[in-house]
């Protein structure tokens, strides 16, 4: 692999990375059998969403940047959306509100016929007139890819003309059914031509791989001494390239951060977190040891840990007479959806299933690394109802109304509204953030809590819908019907 | 070569267009493209439309082929079956639109051969080749309905032409964030004066027997400077129905009265009854109007005459005559947004002249909306006067920011409303556009006591 060269490989290759299982949680996790499992689709399918898009959830946030989306208008229709949360998350963490710099070359009929450079040019030329940005982020697409415009080329030469960095990310949706892939290359981008060598190490400071998101890593890491540093969304160019400098890296989320981390630490130096993401309590404790001992905290680190365990107390105790044994089923990650079991456990909730949009059969440094489905396994106990799903809300309807669940707690656009129709309480993880370390679990206790509050509203959309699905479908037992044919 | 970039998305490609399938009660799209292709859409035309959701079958639920590698380089033909097969299996739906993507756009995927073998074993299926990079999804609503009426309506054939039935084509369902009570309100209204409308789209159409019965009414009712024109023209050859092209959308008492009238006339509809109906919601407008006066009284020097449009022409051209016919603001600018192609241009201008001498020179045909926005703040800063921008949500800073100028969201995007059946069609779309104007002279505080309105 490497950063010399010009594209990742995408997830379904490097990662064996499946978007379909049924089955128990453990039968996923032995490393033995980690191959066995093909990367079968189903014959019919929903839509299922790209590359292009979680590319977007990086650079598109990055300040003094900019982006040219060279593409026709639709993959860039997403952009009045991110506006919005651009200016509402850089409020939330604290910062100035920032909007989207982005420009769409919009690519024509005549420009799949006869290229689209030209077009392309122009457009990084006018990004930079307009924005005057650090660094310009050129993603590609479909049409781009098919017809076979030459970005790289075109990328080094504008960089060569406007002197900041020209950085192609090879995004395509069709390149990938794993939309995940988009995130590795944005970073490769990211890594190829904005990060530097460090100049000196920053030893109190931890990379944080995030999405757009309010700041409660401080708070946390505040405790050791040490402060995050938030990367990739709403950090600076300048920010962005020091992150060799710090002192160990992180992530929300494995799946977010897993190429970024380990690239990182294989070029830099800079060592990858291996224990899962701080959600949960014992998975905080475990975080922070680690943290600590790349830092020299290994003195104080045990002491926080006891001190915070005594704070949350109360009123995860409360929360905990609240919530005990409600039902719980997650739609999420692949392994964000493990970070949230690990603090629904502590909740004193019960998983009664688990559905992942994808699962990387590996992690990008599995030698090393902890797989966090394992993890939650030695945590939780194994999950019986366990399957991979991309999207596809006529299978997960089906899923949902066998395990009858009191919540469901889901992390992707356009799918709480499936539990909504089923008059299931559904908890948007948009903010990711916010349910990290001890906090964050009394956070989304007490989100849950209110949570409960919108059954009324439910009940009565569940009794005014009418789902689509014919009655073959419904009488239908069989969630992977389709998978099996 | 002329600028095409964009900064500030109010449209997206064709493949948006999935959106007019899916407002077609139990209209069922399958998208024959990448994995991301349909979020982007229901992105855009949904979240961005005021949170119109996916309702019944929009969304995440739309079915979708997901292409990748292997149907790049092997072609999809195959996998596209599969998944027609599955939503016919799955989906209860009246008709089935194959929708392709760049992907097989480009590859050249036969998608009409498909949908032509399923009509053969009876099933209601269409192709449209609505690929991204073809254009926007103005021009994809128009291949749909026209693809519709190719290889689904023409099937139906004319059974007998029915009096007083009118289609009706008019504005682009989800582009239009309001379309759902535009068309509500268009269908009462042209019931007031004894037609009986198939409105094809939304919460007032019976769904797809509308369709079914396109064949058989008196008239095409076209409402708008263009979108419809070829359906219409498409249904006049077909089957040989007349249409009627009323090139403004009416918003206010003065313009609905016209377009009620003329209509009347065309469809030999009783005068009398015509009549009867403007007398009577006439009356109703005028007294809402009247009542409404004292603020306009009190308030005189605060409220804002100027008037900028970024919208589409359709929705544009309507509101804007009716703040200047009856409301009286000045015409600054017009910005249509929609693309039309030179032609439409053409007839947009001499529409938006004959309408007011004072927009010769001031119209612009511009969708690059960070464009239209430093040329109005410009124009605000030279000014300084409150003005009002009928735009979208790109332009909220702009409004509040130069002269406590007045925003009304009437293009998409629309991110910080929420849309339900809200109109600013005809007698109570004007009605609301009123109140929605004037109500902004309290946003904020900007005017906090009548009698001492100090700005």
């Given amino acids: 692999m490497g950063l010399q060269q010009s594209e990742v490989p995408v997830r379904e290759n490097r990662l064996k990375s499946i978007i379909y299982y049924s089955g128990n949680a453990a039968a996923l996790t032995d490393p033995q059998k980690a191959d066995s499992f093909v990367h079968k689709e189903r014959s019919y399918s929903q839509c299922s969403d790209c590359a292009q898009m979680c590319a977007g959830t990086i650079t598109y946030f990055v300040r003094n940047a900019a982006v040219v989306v060279h593409s026709p208008m639709g993959c860039f229709a997403n952009t009045p959306v991110n506006d919005t949360q651009f200016r509402n998350a850089s409020l939330e963490r604290g910062q100035d509100p920032d909007r989207v710099h982005v420009l769409c070359s919009n690519?024509?009929?005549?420009?799949?016929?006869?290229?689209?450079?030209?077009k392309l040019q122009k457009a990084v030329q006018e990004c930079y007139d307009r924005f005057r940005p650090e660094a310009i982020f050129v993603h590609s697409s479909c049409a781009a890819g098919i017809v076979g415009d030459d970005i790289e080329d075109t990328a080094a030469d504008m960089e060569k003309k406007l002197g900041v960095p020209v950085v192609p990310v090879y995004c395509e949706g069709f390149k990938s059914k794993i939309w995940s892939s988009g995130f590795d290359a944005a970073y490769h981008g990211i890594l190829r031509k904005i990060v530097k060598p460090a100049e000196h190490r920053?030893?109190?400071?931890?990379?944080?791989?995030?999405?757009?998101?309010?700041?409660?890593?401080?708070?946390?890491?505040?405790?050791?001494?040490?402060?995050?540093?938030?990367?990739?969304?709403?950090?600076?160019v300048e920010t962005i390239s020091h992150m060799s400098e710090a002192a160990c890296s992180s992530q929300i989320c494995e799946t977010l951060g897993t190429y970024v981390t380990k690239e990182l630490e294989d070029n830099y130096g800079v060592p990858k977190v291996k224990t899962p993401a701080p959600f949960g309590i014992e998975w905080t404790d475990n975080w922070l040891r680690e943290i600590a001992g790349y830092t020299g905290k290994e003195n104080i680190v045990e002491e926080v840990i006891r001190t915070e365990h005594e704070r949350i107390r109360p009123q995860l105790?409360?929360?905990?007479?609240?919530l005990k044994g409600k039902k719980v089923y997650i739609f999420a990650g692949d392994s964000y959806a493990h970070n949230v079991g690990s603090i629904v456990r502590d909740l004193g909730m019960e998983l009664v299933g688990m559905t992942t949009l994808h699962h990387d059969m590996h992690s990008d440094s599995s030698e090393t690394g902890k797989d966090t489905l394992a993890e939650l396994v030695k945590l939780y106990g194994d999950i019986e109802h366990y399957t991979v799903c991309n999207k596809q809300p006529y299978q997960v309807k089906k899923i949902i109304e066998e395990l009858r669940p009191?919540?469901?707690?889901?992390?992707?656009?356009?799918?709480?509204?499936?539990?909504?129709?089923?008059?299931?309480?559904?908890?948007?993880?948009?903010?990711?953030?916010?349910?990290?370390?001890?906090?964050?679990?009394?956070?989304t206790g007490k989100r849950i809590r209110?949570?409960?509050?919108?059954?009324?509203?439910?009940?009565?959309l569940k009794e005014y819908n009418q789902f689509p699905y014919s009655k073959w479908w419904t009488d239908q037992e069989d969630p992977f019907y389709f998978e099996k044919k | 070569m002329a600028n095409t970039l964009v900064e500030q998305a109010k449209f997206t490609c064709a493949l948006g267009s999935i959106q007019t399938v899916l407002a077609i009660p139990k209209g069922i799209p399958i998208v024959h493209a990448g994995p991301g292709c349909a979020a982007r859409q229901f992105a855009f035309a949904g979240n961005a439309a005021g949170y119109q959701g996916e309702g019944y079958a929009g969304g995440g639920q739309i079915s979708c082929t997901n292409s990748t590698q292997t149907e790049v380089i092997f072609g999809g033909e195959k996998k596209l079956r599969a998944n027609v097969d599955g939503a016919l299996k799955i989906l209860n739906g009246d008709i089935y639109v194959i929708q392709s993507g760049c992907t097989a756009g480009i590859i050249g995927d036969d998608i009409q051969q498909v949908a032509a073998d399923y009509r053969d074993e009876g099933y209601p299926v269409v192709a449209v080749d609505t690929a991204g990079f073809k254009g926007n999804n103005y021009l994809g609503h128009e291949l749909v309905v026209n693809a519709i009426i190719d290889q689904y309506v023409a099937g139906k054939g004319k059974k007998k032409i029915r009096k007083g039935l009118v289609n009706v084509f008019s504005s682009v369902p989800y582009q239009d964030a309001y379309w759902r009570g535009d068309l509500e309100e268009i269908k009462r209204e042209l019931q007031g004066i004894g037609l009986n409308a198939n409105i094809l789209y939304g919460p007032e159409s019976a769904g797809i027997s509308e369709w079914d019965d396109i064949p058989n009414a008196q008239f095409n009712l076209v409402i708008g400077p263009w979108v419809g024109v070829s359906s219409a023209k498409k249904l006049e050859q077909k089957f040989q129905t007349p249409f009627l092209h009323y090139p403004i959308f009416p918003v206010g008492l003065k313009e609905t009265g016209r377009f009620l009238r003329e209509i009347g006339a065309f469809a030999q509809v009783e005068s009398q009854r015509v009549e009867n109906f403007i007398h009577r919601e006439e009356r109703k407008f005028k007294e809402y109007f009247v009542s409404f006066g004292d603020l306009v009284s009190d308030l005189g020097p605060y409220l804002p005459y100027q008037l900028y449009t970024v919208a589409d022409s359709n929705y544009g051209i309507g509101t804007s005559k009716f703040l200047i016919e009856e409301l009286g603001f000045t015409p600054e600018k017009f910005y249509a947004i929609e693309s039309p192609g030179s032609r439409n241009e053409a007839f947009i201008s001499e529409l938006l002249t004959q309408i007011d001498s004072r927009y010769e020179g001031n119209i612009s045909f511009q969708y690059d909306n960070r464009v239209i926005q430093d040329e109005i703040r410009d124009e605000l800063k030279k000014t300084k006067v409150r003005s009002v921008i009928l735009g979208s949500s790109w332009d909220k800073k702009l409004a509040t920011e130069n002269n406590d100028s007045i925003l009304i969201r009437l293009s998409l995007p629309i991110t910080d409303k929420v849309i339900i059946n809200k109109s600013y069609f005809g007698y109570r779309g004007g009605l609301t556009l009123m109140e929605d104007i004037y109500s902004s002279l309290f946003d904020e505080g900007m005017i906090t006591n009548t009698t001492h309105a100090d700005h």
């Fill in chain 1, 202 to 236: 920053q030893k109190d400071l931890v990379n944080i791989f995030n999405f757009l998101g309010s700041d409660t890593f401080t708070p946390l890491l505040g405790k050791i001494g040490l402060r995050p540093n938030y990367l990739v969304p709403l950090a600076s």
């Fill in chain 1, 406 to 443: 009191d919540v469901m707690i889901v992390r992707h656009m356009n799918m709480t509204i499936l539990g909504g129709k089923l008059g299931i309480p559904s908890l948007l993880e948009g903010e990711t953030n916010i349910s990290a370390g001890y906090d964050g679990v009394i956070t």
């Fill in chain 1, 317 to 322: 105790e409360e929360l905990r007479t609240v």
């Fill in chain 1, 107 to 118: 690519i024509s009929e005549n420009d799949t016929v006869y290229g689209g450079i030209r």
């Fill in chain 1, 450 to 460: 209110n949570l409960m509050e919108t059954r009324g509203i439910l009940k009565t």
